[in-house]
C-alpha cells in the first residue's frame, strides 16, 4: 500500500525502509540520520524513532517517529487471522483522515496480504506532550467522561447513511459461530467459568453454554440495529491525553461496525474501578446520550440505553478473559476480566440478554 517493503524484522528499520516509506506516501524528503530505540511489545511491536531529514518536505515532518508493525510477533498468526492488523491500516488510510475525533497523525502505511504483516509511521504522540494511558489503568469519571464525548462524536458522525455506507469492509461486531471472534468467546466462557472458584462470581450458575448462548443473543442484538462506527477496544491501553487534556483516540485494530453501547460498556468496566462504575455509569450513559443527541443522531429512550449498556459488558468479559498472556502482563488481564466480571454480576447482565 506504500512504496516500501512491509518490514519483517526490526533490522529492516533502517534509514533507507524509512525513506523509501515516507517518499512512498509522497513525501519528498531524504533521511540524513536514524536512531531506533529498544522495543515495546503489545499486540503488536512498537518502536520509537529518531530521524532526521533533508529535502521540500523535510519541515512537515516531526523529528521523532513511532513505527507500530507485526515484525517477529510472537502472536502474529493469530492476530493477522483475526484481520486486525489490515483493519487498522485501511483506517488510517480511508476512515479517519476525515473523522471528527482526534486520533494521531500517520505519515506512512503498508499492508501485505501474503503473510498478513503490516506497518504504520506515525507521530510520537509525547513530543507534543501527550501521556499514553496503560491497560490496566484506572482513570477518573472525568477523564471517562472525556473519552465518551469522543466517541459520541465517533459515533453519531457514522450513523449518517452516506458515510455508513463507505465502511461495507468493516467487520461487523456481531459473531456468528465459526468466525473467529466466536471462537475467542468460547475460549473467554470456559476461562470464566475455570476461574469462578478463585475470581469471584460473574453470574454464579451460569456454565460455559450459558455464556455462549448469551453471546449468541448478543450478536443477534447487535445483528438487529443500525450499526455505526465502533473503536471497538477503548480501554486506557489504547488511549494517550493531550496536555489541555482531550483523549486521542488510537490503536484502531479492532475497530467494528456495530451497537454503539459496545464501546460504552467496554470503556467504563475497563477504565473505572467497580466503584466508581457503579456511582458514575448512569450519569455518564446519560452525557453520552446528550452528546449524540446535540449531533443530530436519534437514540433510544434512556431506559433502552441501560438495557444495552446491561446486555454489552458480557462482550468485554469473554474477550478479556479469553486474550493470551503474551498480549498483556498476566495482573493485568486478571483485573480488568474482574472488572468485566463484577459489571456483569452487579448489572445481571446475562439476564439483560434474557437469559
Same mark, same amino acid.
Given at each position: 500500500m506504500?512504496?516500501a517493503e512491509?518490514?519483517?524484522v526490526?533490522?529492516d /528499520?533502517?534509514?533507507?525502509?524509512?525513506?523509501?516509506?515516507l517518499?512512498?506516501?509522497?513525501h519528498r524528503?531524504?533521511?540524513?540520520?536514524?536512531?531506533?530505540?529498544?522495543?515495546?511489545?503489545?499486540?503488536?511491536?512498537?518502536?520509537a524513532?529518531?530521524?532526521?531529514? $533533508?529535502?521540500?518536505?523535510a519541515?512537515?515532518?516531526?523529528?521523532?517517529?513511532?513505527?507500530?508493525?507485526s515484525?517477529?510477533?510472537?502472536?502474529?498468526?493469530?492476530?493477522?487471522?483475526?484481520?486486525?492488523?489490515?483493519t487498522?491500516?485501511?483506517m488510517y488510510?480511508?476512515?479517519?483522515?476525515?473523522a471528527?475525533v482526534?486520533?494521531?497523525?500517520v505519515?506512512?502505511?503498508?499492508? $501485505?496480504?501474503d503473510d498478513?504483516?503490516?506497518f504504520? /509511521?506515525?507521530e510520537?504522540?509525547t513530543?507534543?506532550?501527550?501521556?499514553?494511558?496503560?491497560a490496566?489503568?484506572?482513570?477518573t469519571p472525568?477523564?471517562?467522561?472525556?473519552?465518551l464525548?469522543?466517541?459520541?462524536?465517533?459515533h453519531?458522525?457514522?450513523?449518517?447513511p452516506?458515510?455508513?455506507?463507505?465502511?461495507?469492509?468493516?467487520r461487523?461486531?456481531?459473531?456468528p459461530?465459526?468466525?473467529?471472534?466466536?471462537?475467542?468467546?468460547?475460549?473467554?466462557?470456559?476461562?470464566?467459568?475455570?476461574?469462578?472458584d478463585?475470581a469471584?462470581?460473574?453470574?454464579?450458575?451460569?456454565?460455559?453454554?450459558?455464556?455462549?448462548?448469551?453471546?449468541?443473543?448478543?450478536t443477534?442484538?447487535?445483528?438487529?440495529?443500525?450499526?455505526?462506527?465502533?473503536?471497538?477496544?477503548?480501554h486506557?491501553?489504547?488511549l494517550?491525553?493531550?496536555?489541555?487534556?482531550?483523549?486521542?483516540?488510537?490503536?484502531?485494530?479492532?475497530?467494528?461496525?456495530?451497537?454503539?453501547?459496545?464501546?460504552?460498556?467496554?470503556?467504563?468496566?475497563?477504565?473505572?474501578?467497580?466503584?466508581?462504575?457503579?456511582?458514575?455509569?448512569r450519569?455518564?450513559?446519560?452525557?453520552?446520550?446528550?452528546?449524540?443527541?446535540?449531533?443530530g443522531?436519534?437514540?433510544? $429512550?434512556?431506559a433502552g440505553?441501560?438495557?444495552?449498556?446491561?446486555?454489552?459488558?458480557?462482550?468485554?468479559?469473554l474477550?478479556?478473559?479469553?486474550?493470551p498472556?503474551?498480549s498483556?502482563?498476566?495482573?493485568?488481564l486478571?483485573?480488568?476480566?474482574?472488572?468485566?466480571?463484577?459489571?456483569c454480576t452487579?448489572l445481571?447482565?446475562?439476564?439483560?440478554?434474557?437469559?
Amino acid at each position: 500500500m506504500t512504496g516500501a517493503e512491509v518490514p519483517r524484522v526490526r533490522a529492516d /528499520l533502517d534509514a533507507g525502509w524509512l525513506e523509501a516509506a515516507l517518499r512512498g506516501a509522497g513525501h519528498r524528503v531524504r533521511v540524513t540520520g536514524l536512531r531506533v530505540a529498544p522495543t515495546d511489545q503489545g499486540t503488536s511491536t512498537r518502536i520509537a524513532l529518531a530521524a532526521r531529514f $533533508s529535502g521540500p518536505d523535510a519541515a512537515a515532518l516531526p523529528e521523532r517517529l513511532f513505527v507500530k508493525a507485526s515484525l517477529s510477533h510472537p502472536l502474529h498468526e493469530v492476530m493477522a487471522a483475526a484481520g486486525i492488523y489490515v483493519t487498522e491500516v485501511r483506517m488510517y488510510q480511508e476512515v479517519l483522515p476525515t473523522a471528527p475525533v482526534a486520533v494521531p497523525a500517520v505519515y506512512a502505511s503498508g499492508y $501485505s496480504p501474503d503473510d498478513g504483516r503490516f506497518f504504520l /509511521l506515525m507521530e510520537d504522540l509525547t513530543a507534543r506532550g501527550c501521556a499514553w494511558g496503560a491497560a490496566g489503568q484506572l482513570l477518573t469519571p472525568d477523564a471517562v467522561a472525556g473519552v465518551l464525548s469522543e466517541l459520541a462524536a465517533l459515533h453519531a458522525a457514522f450513523r449518517d447513511p452516506v458515510r455508513r455506507g463507505a465502511l461495507s469492509w468493516v467487520r461487523r461486531c456481531a459473531a456468528p459461530a465459526g468466525s473467529t471472534t466466536y471462537a475467542y468467546a468460547r475460549r473467554g466462557a470456559e476461562a470464566v467459568c475455570s476461574a469462578a472458584d478463585r475470581a469471584g462470581p460473574a453470574g454464579e450458575e451460569a456454565g460455559p453454554e450459558s455464556w455462549m448462548a448469551a453471546f449468541a443473543r448478543l450478536t443477534a442484538f447487535d445483528d438487529a440495529v443500525r450499526p455505526t462506527l465502533l473503536h471497538g477496544d477503548p480501554h486506557p491501553g489504547n488511549l494517550a491525553f493531550a496536555p489541555g487534556g482531550r483523549p486521542v483516540l488510537a490503536d484502531w485494530q479492532a475497530a467494528r461496525r456495530g451497537h454503539w453501547a459496545h464501546d460504552v460498556a467496554y470503556l467504563l468496566a475497563s477504565a473505572l474501578s467497580p466503584g466508581d462504575r457503579a456511582a458514575h455509569e448512569r450519569d455518564l450513559l446519560a452525557g453520552y446520550l446528550d452528546e449524540v443527541a446535540a449531533r443530530g443522531a436519534a437514540l433510544p $429512550s434512556f431506559a433502552g440505553a441501560w438495557d444495552a449498556y446491561r446486555a454489552q459488558m458480557v462482550y468485554g468479559l469473554l474477550m478479556w478473559a479469553a486474550t493470551p498472556e503474551g498480549s498483556h502482563p498476566a495482573e493485568v488481564l486478571a483485573a480488568v476480566t474482574q472488572r468485566f466480571r463484577t459489571a456483569c454480576t452487579e448489572l445481571e447482565s446475562l439476564t439483560a440478554l434474557g437469559r
